[in-house]
């Protein structure tokens, strides 16, 4: 039997290495969907007002253990939202803690609530320097924000200007290059030298940027960095299915309520954590290398965080099911990325 053909798969248990909680009771409604799925995963910063500091995490974290349903195991891994101004201290303490395990890069005005984020990158080579020194995880938000450059053009342009500077200054920094969007990141990542990784979304793996317009606009599939042309797509389902231990699973599941989403001026985000190993298993389906998913979801994200593999696993079955439309969130609802859509696999 081909892989392709497989009516079950059981693969160690997966991680996910790029995940928006939200918090209150937002986080409280899609926390249970990554933990019914995911061991760990890495939790973005970009609360209003962000987590900046060790100690915020720390609470955060404790929110998070806190929501999170009798008997569900789930491990969340902090991160810091840095700043112009977070001190190099700052970062010692981070990695000291022991529940810190990156931090993460926005630059301002690059997505959502990225205000707060970095303006110039050289404002915070002192702390850098430090993060290279203890071997903290960099993670970067690759998309220069100069208006001035086309929306689709922001990633490629970011390498050149932004990446290889940083890199060429700093050879040791550990870089995770976050939810790459471009044919041009996924090269760059696969031929750079040094400690270099990038996550990819399943959402990047499965749509091209037609999806968005597709008879209308459908606002569910815009989220940042914004869906590319096939090309770019096609790239990405190679660097996720090549065994490549650099290219690995982080969802950048992101939930918006839906009257936000659905509005003038719509939010960024797709909310895939309800049926992430559903989507990944049906990217790599597609392309016959269903064989290659256990690597990319659960084995290289561990390996370059330096954090164990996880031993328990989970089993997913070729079986059609249909998504719900919409879930109760807040006082009103959410709309999963395919809601109302049947899905090929289900993680039992
Ligand atoms: O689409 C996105 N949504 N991209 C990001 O970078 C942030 C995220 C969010 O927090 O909603
Ligand atoms: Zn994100």
């Known amino acids: 039997m081909t892989s392709s053909a497989l009516p079950k798969l059981t693969i160690t248990r997966p991680d996910d290495w790029h995940l928006h909680l939200r918090d209150g009771d937002a986080m409280t409604t899609v926390l249970p969907h990554t933990a019914a799925q995911f061991a760990r995963a890495i939790v973005m910063p970009n609360l209003k007002p962000p987590v900046t500091t060790t ?19 789930f491990e969340p891994l902090m991160t810091l939202y840095l700043t112009d101004n977070t001190p190099p201290d700052e970062i010692r303490r981070a990695k000291d803690s022991g529940f810190v395990h990156a931090v993460k890069l926005y630059p301002a005005g690059a997505t959502t609530n990225s205000d707060a984020g970095v303006t110039d990158l050289r404002k915070c080579y002192k702390t850098l320097e430090v993060m290279q020194e203890v071997g903290m995880p960099f993670l970067v938000h690759g998309e220069v924000t100069n208006p001035e450059i086309d929306l689709f053009d922001r990633e490629a342009v970011f390498i050149e200007t932004v990446m290889q500077p940083l890199r060429a200054d700093m050879p040791e920094l550990r870089v995770v290059f976050e939810h790459i969007t471009t044919s041009e990141a996924a090269a760059y990542v696969a031929e750079a030298t040094g400690p270099i990784a990038a996550t990819i979304t399943a959402h990047h793996l499965l749509y091209n940027r037609n999806e968005i317009f597709k008879g209308g606009i459908r606002p569910h599939y815009y989220c940042l960095p914004v869906l590319k042309r096939e090309t770019h797509r096609l ?17 950048d599941s992101a939930p918006h309520a839906k009257g936000v989403k659905e509005h003038a001026c719509g939010c960024a985000g797709c909310y895939t954590a309800l049926h992430a190993m559903e989507l990944y298993a049906q990217a790599f389906d597609q392309v016959g290398a269903l064989d290659k998913l256990e690597g990319f979801a659960s084995f290289y994200g561990p390996d370059f965080y330096r954090l164990p593999r996880n031993t328990s696993t989970l089993t997913m079955k070729r079986e059609a099911w249909t998504l719900p439309a919409e879930l109760s969130y807040l006082d009103g609802s959410l709309v999963p990325l395919n809601g109302g859509e049947v899905m090929q696999w289900k993680a039992v």
């Open 55 to 73: 100690e915020q995490a720390a609470a955060y974290r404790q929110r998070i253990l806190a929501a999170l349903p009798d008997g569900m195991l």
């Open 235 to 251: 790239a990405l389902v190679k660097a996720a299915t090549s065994g490549n231990p650099r290219f690995f699973l982080g969802t």
